[in-house]
């Protein structure tokens, strides 16, 4: 059975919640807008272990080919890119936070070169 944009969500948030809680650190609210690094903490390994994880329980792995992990700043942006590994039909505002990510990303690198 193909998760729902609904489960994809729950999912995601759950692990994010089991990471912060293995770190020993009080389990907040999630909001999309949460800032992965600058909000919850998280650290690059945190990250690695995030992405592992909902790999080997969703079975796909958004970042081989659709989204640059790179461009995941947010929950939304993760969320969004589990998103679009299953539904790619949910529409323009499943990459919203994507698209935006994407284009920040591009601007720093076009800053760095231009230095």
């Known amino acids: 059975m193909e998760p729902t ?3 994809i969500e729950s999912f995601v948030h759950g692990r994010i919640r089991a990471i912060l809680a293995e770190r020993g650190e009080a389990v907040p609210h999630l909001s ?7 909000t919850l903490g998280l650290t690059s390994l945190d990250l690695a272990f ?14 081989a080919k659709l989204v640059s992990i790179t461009s995941v700043r ?7 890119a589990y998103r679009m ?13 994507l698209d935006a990510a994407a284009q920040r990303a591009d601007l720093r690198r076009a800053r760095r070169q231009n230095r």
Not at 32 to 38: C, E, V, Y
Not at 50 to 61: K, M, P, Q, Y
Not at 74 to 80: E, G, I, K, M
Not at 85 to 97: E, K, M
């Open 5 to 7: 944009p609904a489960n």
């Open 32 to 38: 999309g807008s949460d800032k992965l690094n600058a």
């Open 50 to 63: 995030l992405v592992s994880d909902l790999e080997a329980e969703l079975g796909v792995d958004p970042f």
């Open 74 to 80: 947010s929950v939304d942006d993760l969320v969004d």
């Open 85 to 97: 590994a299953f539904i790619p039909h949910v529409g323009p505002g499943a990459t919203n936070h």
